[in-house]
Protein backbone atom coordinates (compact mmCIF):
# COMPACT_ATOMS: atom_id res chain seq x y z
CA UNK A 1 0.00 0.00 0.00
CA UNK A 2 1.16 3.67 -0.76
CA UNK A 3 2.26 5.10 2.79
CA UNK A 4 2.33 8.61 1.18
CA UNK A 5 -1.44 8.17 0.29
CA UNK A 6 -2.31 7.01 3.72
CA UNK A 7 -0.75 8.97 5.68
CA UNK A 8 -2.33 12.03 3.54
CA UNK A 9 -5.57 10.75 4.02
CA UNK A 10 -5.33 10.16 8.00
CA UNK A 11 -3.11 13.80 8.78
CA UNK A 12 -5.76 15.84 6.03
CA UNK A 13 -9.01 13.84 8.42
CA UNK A 14 -7.05 14.11 12.33
CA UNK A 15 -6.54 18.20 11.04
CA UNK A 16 -9.93 18.84 10.00
CA UNK A 17 -12.06 16.98 12.34
CA UNK A 18 -9.45 17.84 15.60
CA UNK A 19 -9.54 21.53 14.60
CA UNK A 20 -13.10 21.89 14.57
CA UNK A 21 -13.58 19.37 17.69
CA UNK A 22 -10.98 21.63 19.44
CA UNK A 23 -13.70 24.69 18.48
CA UNK A 24 -16.33 23.01 20.31
CA UNK A 25 -17.54 21.87 17.37
CA UNK A 26 -18.98 18.12 16.98
CA UNK A 27 -18.50 15.46 14.19
CA UNK A 28 -21.99 14.90 13.65
CA UNK A 29 -22.53 18.66 12.50
CA UNK A 30 -21.39 17.45 9.57
CA UNK A 31 -22.51 14.05 8.74
CA UNK A 32 -25.54 14.93 6.55
CA UNK A 33 -26.81 12.63 4.07
CA UNK A 34 -28.64 14.91 2.00
CA UNK A 35 -26.00 17.44 1.55
CA UNK A 36 -23.66 14.16 0.58
CA UNK A 37 -25.96 13.37 -2.05
CA UNK A 38 -26.20 16.61 -3.66
CA UNK A 39 -22.41 17.12 -3.96
CA UNK A 40 -21.49 13.66 -5.27
CA UNK A 41 -24.14 12.75 -7.32
CA UNK A 42 -24.36 16.00 -8.87
CA UNK A 43 -20.61 15.44 -9.36
CA UNK A 44 -20.58 12.40 -11.04
CA UNK A 45 -23.54 13.38 -12.99
CA UNK A 46 -20.90 16.28 -14.25
CA UNK A 47 -18.56 13.97 -15.04
CA UNK A 48 -20.57 11.53 -17.16
CA UNK A 49 -21.70 14.48 -19.45
CA UNK A 50 -18.02 15.80 -19.53
CA UNK A 51 -16.56 12.15 -20.77
CA UNK A 52 -17.32 8.83 -22.19
CA UNK A 53 -18.34 6.07 -20.43
CA UNK A 54 -15.83 4.01 -21.09
CA UNK A 55 -13.37 6.91 -19.78
CA UNK A 56 -14.82 7.12 -16.87
CA UNK A 57 -15.17 3.48 -15.52
CA UNK A 58 -11.51 2.77 -16.63
CA UNK A 59 -10.76 5.63 -14.64
CA UNK A 60 -12.75 4.31 -11.66
CA UNK A 61 -10.73 0.89 -12.08
CA UNK A 62 -7.21 3.40 -11.81
CA UNK A 63 -8.76 4.72 -8.41
CA UNK A 64 -6.95 1.58 -6.68
CA UNK A 65 -3.53 2.94 -8.26
CA UNK A 66 -4.06 5.91 -5.69
CA UNK A 67 -4.13 3.69 -2.38
CA UNK A 68 -1.97 0.49 -3.75
CA UNK A 69 1.38 1.36 -5.23
CA UNK A 70 1.87 -0.88 -8.55
CA UNK A 71 4.31 -3.85 -8.96
CA UNK A 72 7.11 -0.93 -10.91
CA UNK A 73 10.36 -2.86 -10.50
CA UNK A 74 12.93 -1.15 -12.73
CA UNK A 75 15.85 -3.35 -11.76
CA UNK A 76 13.89 -5.82 -12.06
CA UNK A 77 13.30 -4.63 -15.93
CA UNK A 78 16.19 -4.00 -16.57
CA UNK A 79 17.68 -7.43 -15.53
CA UNK A 80 15.14 -9.09 -17.89
CA UNK A 81 16.15 -7.37 -20.79
CA UNK A 82 20.30 -7.57 -20.32
CA UNK A 83 19.48 -11.52 -19.71
CA UNK A 84 17.47 -11.51 -23.01
CA UNK A 85 20.27 -9.39 -24.91
CA UNK A 86 22.87 -12.10 -23.29
CA UNK A 87 20.91 -15.02 -24.88
CA UNK A 88 20.54 -13.33 -28.42
CA UNK A 89 24.40 -12.77 -28.30
CA UNK A 90 24.60 -16.39 -27.45
CA UNK A 91 22.18 -18.14 -29.69
CA UNK A 92 20.39 -15.59 -31.85
CA UNK A 93 17.76 -13.30 -31.46
CA UNK A 94 15.43 -16.41 -32.88
CA UNK A 95 16.34 -18.17 -29.61
CA UNK A 96 13.97 -15.87 -27.83
CA UNK A 97 11.10 -17.30 -29.10
CA UNK A 98 10.99 -19.71 -26.46
CA UNK A 99 11.02 -16.83 -24.07
CA UNK A 100 7.68 -15.30 -25.21
CA UNK A 101 5.24 -17.46 -23.37
CA UNK A 102 6.53 -16.19 -20.13
CA UNK A 103 6.70 -12.81 -20.49
CA UNK A 104 3.70 -11.46 -18.71
CA UNK A 105 4.34 -8.16 -19.68
CA UNK A 106 2.33 -7.52 -23.29
CA UNK A 107 4.51 -4.24 -24.58
CA UNK A 108 7.79 -6.63 -23.75
CA UNK A 109 6.54 -9.60 -25.29
CA UNK A 110 4.88 -7.38 -28.48
CA UNK A 111 8.36 -5.92 -29.16
CA UNK A 112 10.62 -8.93 -28.83
CA UNK A 113 8.16 -11.01 -30.67
CA UNK A 114 8.37 -8.11 -34.04
CA UNK A 115 11.98 -8.32 -33.41
CA UNK A 116 11.97 -12.16 -33.67
CA UNK A 117 10.31 -11.85 -36.50
CA UNK A 118 13.16 -9.80 -38.57
CA UNK A 119 11.25 -6.19 -38.31
CA UNK A 120 13.71 -3.65 -38.99
CA UNK A 121 14.81 -1.68 -36.14
CA UNK A 122 13.27 1.51 -37.39
CA UNK A 123 10.23 0.06 -38.13
CA UNK A 124 10.48 -1.64 -34.57
CA UNK A 125 10.39 1.63 -33.11
CA UNK A 126 7.88 3.88 -35.53
CA UNK A 127 5.22 0.54 -34.71
CA UNK A 128 5.79 0.37 -31.05
CA UNK A 129 6.02 4.21 -30.65
CA UNK A 130 3.09 4.73 -32.16
CA UNK A 131 1.10 2.30 -29.94
CA UNK A 132 2.74 3.94 -27.54
CA UNK A 133 1.42 7.54 -28.15
CA UNK A 134 -2.12 5.89 -28.45
CA UNK A 135 -2.06 4.73 -25.27
CA UNK A 136 -0.65 7.28 -23.78
CA UNK A 137 -3.41 9.52 -24.94
CA UNK A 138 -5.54 7.37 -23.77
CA UNK A 139 -4.62 7.22 -20.34
CA UNK A 140 -4.21 10.83 -19.83
CA UNK A 141 -7.64 11.43 -20.37
CA UNK A 142 -8.24 9.52 -16.31
CA UNK A 143 -6.40 11.86 -14.83
CA UNK A 144 -8.23 14.55 -16.10
CA UNK A 145 -11.77 13.06 -15.52
CA UNK A 146 -10.14 13.66 -11.48
CA UNK A 147 -9.28 17.23 -12.24
CA UNK A 148 -12.39 17.94 -13.91
CA UNK A 149 -14.69 16.12 -10.60
CA UNK A 150 -12.46 18.82 -8.75
CA UNK A 151 -13.49 21.49 -10.66
CA UNK A 152 -17.34 20.56 -10.61
CA UNK A 153 -17.52 19.95 -6.67
CA UNK A 154 -17.31 23.22 -5.08
CA UNK A 155 -19.41 24.50 -7.54
CA UNK A 156 -22.13 22.09 -6.97
CA UNK A 157 -21.71 22.29 -3.17
CA UNK A 158 -22.26 26.26 -3.44
CA UNK A 159 -25.61 24.76 -5.04
CA UNK A 160 -26.35 22.46 -2.47
CA UNK A 161 -25.90 25.30 0.04
CA UNK A 162 -28.15 27.64 -1.73
CA UNK A 163 -30.93 24.74 -2.03
CA UNK A 164 -30.64 24.66 1.81
CA UNK A 165 -31.12 27.96 1.67
CA UNK A 166 -34.13 28.35 0.04
CA UNK A 167 -36.14 25.55 2.42
CA UNK A 168 -34.61 27.63 5.46
CA UNK A 169 -36.65 30.66 3.87
CA UNK A 170 -39.89 28.84 4.30
CA UNK A 171 -39.27 28.76 8.23
CA UNK A 172 -38.17 31.99 8.78
CA UNK A 173 -41.29 32.62 11.61
CA UNK A 174 -39.02 30.06 14.02
CA UNK A 175 -35.76 31.82 14.54
CA UNK A 176 -34.17 28.83 15.80
CA UNK A 177 -34.95 26.65 12.78
CA UNK A 178 -33.05 29.54 10.42
CA UNK A 179 -30.07 29.11 12.12
CA UNK A 180 -30.19 24.87 12.33
CA UNK A 181 -30.72 25.04 8.79
CA UNK A 182 -28.46 27.57 7.92
CA UNK A 183 -25.56 25.59 9.33
CA UNK A 184 -26.99 22.42 7.63
CA UNK A 185 -27.23 24.08 4.11
CA UNK A 186 -23.50 25.25 4.38
CA UNK A 187 -21.87 21.35 4.94
CA UNK A 188 -22.71 21.21 0.82
CA UNK A 189 -20.07 23.57 0.47
CA UNK A 190 -17.57 21.63 2.96
CA UNK A 191 -18.55 18.35 1.02
CA UNK A 192 -17.83 20.20 -2.08
CA UNK A 193 -14.62 22.00 -1.55
CA UNK A 194 -13.42 18.78 1.02
CA UNK A 195 -13.79 16.43 -1.81
CA UNK A 196 -12.11 18.51 -4.50
CA UNK A 197 -9.02 19.23 -2.39
CA UNK A 198 -8.25 16.38 -0.56
CA UNK A 199 -9.50 13.67 -3.05
CA UNK A 200 -10.12 14.03 -6.77
CA UNK A 201 -7.31 16.96 -7.45
CA UNK A 202 -4.95 15.12 -4.92
CA UNK A 203 -6.02 11.51 -7.01
CA UNK A 204 -5.31 13.53 -9.97
CA UNK A 205 -1.68 14.18 -9.38
CA UNK A 206 -1.13 11.00 -8.10
CA UNK A 207 -2.15 8.98 -11.20
CA UNK A 208 -0.04 11.16 -13.39
CA UNK A 209 2.98 9.78 -11.74
CA UNK A 210 1.75 6.00 -11.76
CA UNK A 211 1.06 7.10 -15.38
CA UNK A 212 4.88 8.44 -16.15
CA UNK A 213 5.95 5.13 -14.85
CA UNK A 214 4.08 3.15 -16.88
CA UNK A 215 5.04 5.36 -19.64
CA UNK A 216 8.99 5.10 -18.67
CA UNK A 217 8.99 1.44 -18.21
CA UNK A 218 7.45 1.08 -22.06
CA UNK A 219 10.43 3.61 -22.94
CA UNK A 220 12.73 1.41 -21.62
CA UNK A 221 11.65 -2.01 -23.55
CA UNK A 222 11.28 -0.48 -26.35
CA UNK A 223 15.11 1.05 -25.97
CA UNK A 224 16.09 -2.66 -24.71
CA UNK A 225 14.81 -4.50 -27.48
CA UNK A 226 15.92 -2.38 -30.61
CA UNK A 227 19.08 -2.30 -28.99
CA UNK A 228 19.24 -6.14 -28.51
CA UNK A 229 17.76 -6.62 -32.59
CA UNK A 230 20.87 -4.07 -33.40
CA UNK A 231 23.07 -6.67 -31.48
CA UNK A 232 24.30 -4.10 -28.99
CA UNK A 233 26.71 -5.53 -26.04
CA UNK A 234 24.47 -6.59 -23.16
CA UNK A 235 26.54 -3.90 -20.91
CA UNK A 236 26.10 -1.11 -23.18
CA UNK A 237 22.10 -2.01 -23.20
CA UNK A 238 21.92 -2.01 -19.40
CA UNK A 239 24.20 1.22 -19.69
CA UNK A 240 21.52 2.89 -21.74
CA UNK A 241 18.27 1.85 -19.79
CA UNK A 242 19.82 2.72 -16.87
CA UNK A 243 19.90 6.37 -17.89
CA UNK A 244 16.24 6.32 -18.07
CA UNK A 245 16.26 5.83 -14.49
CA UNK A 246 18.42 8.88 -13.29
CA UNK A 247 17.32 10.50 -10.26
CA UNK A 248 16.79 14.19 -8.86
CA UNK A 249 19.43 13.77 -6.43
CA UNK A 250 22.25 11.96 -9.32
CA UNK A 251 20.84 15.25 -11.42
CA UNK A 252 21.21 18.00 -8.58
CA UNK A 253 24.90 16.20 -7.99
CA UNK A 254 25.91 16.24 -11.00
CA UNK A 255 24.64 20.42 -10.93
CA UNK A 256 26.66 21.01 -8.01
CA UNK A 257 29.66 18.89 -9.53
CA UNK A 258 29.44 21.66 -12.75
CA UNK A 259 28.92 24.45 -10.54
CA UNK A 260 31.84 23.92 -8.34
CA UNK A 261 34.17 23.33 -11.77
CA UNK A 262 33.47 26.41 -13.42
CA UNK A 263 34.00 28.18 -9.45
CA UNK A 264 37.22 26.96 -9.56
CA UNK A 265 38.84 28.41 -12.73
CA UNK A 266 37.28 31.92 -11.83
CA UNK A 267 38.90 31.85 -8.39
CA UNK A 268 42.34 30.32 -10.26
CA UNK A 269 42.61 33.73 -12.29
CA UNK A 270 41.59 36.04 -9.62
Do not use: C
Not at 113 to 141: F, V
Not at 186 to 203: D, E, K, M
Not at 211 to 238: A, D, F, H, T, Y
Amino acid sequence: MDKATLGGILIAILGILGGMTIEGGKIAQILQPTAAMIVFGGTIGAVLIGFPLPIVLHAAKRMANIIFEPKWDPEKLIKEIVSYANQARKEGIVSLDQKLPEIEDPFLKKSLMLAIDGTEPQELRKMMELEMDNQAEHEEKVPQVFESAGGYAPTIGILGAVLGLIQVMQHLDNINEVGRGIAVAFVATVYGVGSANLLFLPAAGKLKIRLRQEQLSREMILEGVISILEGLNPRMVETKLRGFLATTEEKATAAKGEAKEVKEPVEASQ
